[in-house]
């Protein structure tokens, strides 16, 4: 279980706040994801609960064991894997696994059946140096290397930050397995589309929780009327969008835009809105709001 | 103690991966001794010289080829008035100017006595002051021959008068290094030098080599300690230093037929603790630094004060004062002495225990001074 009450953290002598009084906590065997874009204070956070930076005030406990007067303890239950790729690039695959058990006092295979199903996938290459992987496969070393020594807390930065689809997904199913062993974990992400995977997420935006739920949850409280809006000419249809009095919120999501809408608006008077201005084969259809939809919205508030 | 091993093999492992290191670490000490030893050298040679002959008698021209003999000095031009050989010198054509007077031989031959002028380009301060040194030296030498031959012309009642004539000869023994050889000076201190680089700027620029690739996380939330952490940093270069140090001290015998006149085994004893002390330097950089480039920066500024103001290429005790304060705090400047003392003059390892003393203090208040900079956590 993970306990964070009140957390506060400053950077170049108080001038940059990373962290604005968080306060959470995360069940044992949950997948808790702290959901954010760049520089919203996610790897601060993570640093701070993995003991490699001290908070300027506040409390984490992981697992009974306070990060800063306990932090030795706090070390040996958690295994942590920074945003970025931080293994030793010359060694091979076998041995920077080997290194990482040896340093935690056990052996590859004392711990072999909780990497088994990741390390399987990267096995074949066991000879190659680890600055040689694939982004994907990287990824996957790292994590074997943070499981290695049976931690109870896993904290994972950005683990899917720069990997293809195909290996996101598999990512993640490795993370649904592992929490099915009972293992906690904390992961960080700025892909809002990674939110379902999670048992519960926290939005993060300025070192502040904006929303902690379920996903459902989160999605449940979204209180607009959301549509989506496709057609040609995208950036010209965004503003006139935006120009129109009953939209009240607009934004480019892939090839759509998404709007919010005032109360009793008709779909065919905006259609009716944006043919006199020209756009003619607009798809305009009423949708469910995702994740990002929510950020959004709780962001221009 | 087995994670400290395990983290040396990784360190060695890592080293010889490496495809560059294994290699410099033989090529090194080997080039370094091959090439440094004939350039760097304060022995001024080639001084490039115009004389300029009023008299043009046979005396002066024995004059002009015993400078032209000498080894020192190249003939440039012989022109005829000091103008011309001022202007030479103003295109940079000639560094020194010899003026022979017209009534050189006259002078020699009656009055026993003459004068040369001379002008030097002191723009190299070391060039013009031992330049206008060894002419002087020439010219001292050429007239005590003159006067050796000149005796037997003379009748025998001046002969006498002029061995009356009162000669000082000054006869300099040089002793520990007879043959004046720079090279059998600078090869201890350029064995020093390796030492600095090896085992005070490598171990630094590894440690923050991790801290730029962020393995130092990784490290720092496993239960390795920060001492056996740094310990296995450091030991891989201490043996490197070692290594360096035989491969030195083989290769000084082999090529210039240096072996320590005192015993090789204090040289190696003395290596050790300077190691020991110039390694806290580096973890004192590498604790400041965060990127590689900083590391870099701050090793090169050290390294420049360590060398310059080591006693190296000039000796402490012409210094400044304050610039002896930062000499007696210098490591490299303890290693040089005791290099020189232990090769050229034989002294024994009990004659160094001084030096091996201040290092030693060195040593535990720049690794006193790492310890305590040491941040566990931002």
Known sequence: MIEVKDLYKSYAK???????????????????????????????????????????????????????????????????????????????????????????????????????????????????????????????????????????????????????????????????????????????????????????????????????????????????????????????????????????????????????????????????????????????????????????????? | MKTLKFLIEKEFKQMFRNPLIPRMIVMYPIMVLLVFPWAVSFEIKNIRIDVVDHSKSTYSKRLTDKIEASGYFILNDTPPDYRTAMLNMEHNETDMILEIPSSFDTDMVKNRTSGVGMAVNSVNGTMGLLGSNYITQIVNDFSSELRSELMHTLPPQSRASIKRMAQIDIVPQYKFNPSLDYKNFMIPGFMVLLLTLICGILPALNIVMEKENGTIQQINVTPVSRIHFILAKLIPFWVVGLVVMIISVSAAYLLYGLWPVGSVLAVLFSAIVFILSISGLGLIISNYSETMQQASFLVMFFILILILLGGMFTPVSSMPSWAQLIAAINPFSYLADTFRMLYLNGSKLADVTGNLLAMGVIAVILNGWAVFSYKKRG
């Open chain 1, 14 to 301: 108080g001038k940059v706040n990373a962290l604005n009084g968080i306060t959470f906590s995360v069940e044992d065997g949950e997948i808790f994801g702290v959901i954010g874009p760049d520089g919203a204070g996610k790897s601060s956070l993570f640093r701070i609960l993995a003991s490699l930076l001290l908070p300027d005030s506040g409390i984490a406990v992981m697992n009974e064991h306070d990060v800063v007067i306990d932090y030795r303890k706090v070390r040996q239950i958690i295994g942590y894997m920074p945003g970025r790729f931080s293994l030793y690039q010359d060694l091979s695959v076998e041995e920077n696994l080997t290194f990482f058990a040896t340093l935690f006092n056990t052996t590859i295979e004392e711990n072999y059946h909780l990497i088994k199903d990741i390390y399987q996938q990267i096995e074949p290459f066991k000879n190659r140096r680890a600055g040689a992987l694939s982004g994907g496969m990287k990824q996957k070393l790292a994590l074997s290397c943070a499981l290695i020594h049976k931690p109870e807390i896993l904290i994972l930065d950005e683990p899917t930050t720069g990997v293809d689809p195909v290996s996101r997904k598999e990512f993640w199913d490795m993370l649904g397995r592992l929490k099915e062993q009972g293992i906690t974990i904390l992961v960080s992400t700025a892909y809002m589309d990674e939110a379902s995977r999670c048992d519960r997420i926290a939005l993060i935006r300025d070192g502040k929780f904006i929303a902690s739920d379920t996903p459902q949850g989160i999605i449940e409280n979204y209180a607009d009327i959301l549509w989506s809006v496709e057609g040609t000419r995208m950036s010209a249809l965004l503003s006139a969008l935006r120009d129109y009095s009953a939209v009240k919120t607009s934004f480019a999501f892939g090839d759509k835009i998404h709007i919010t809408v005032t109360e009793g608006l008709q779909v065919g008077e905006l259609r009716q809105y944006l043919a006199e201005k020209k756009f003619d084969d607009v798809r305009i259809a009423p949708i469910k709001p995702t994740v990002e939809d929510c950020f959004m919205a709780l962001t221009s508030e």
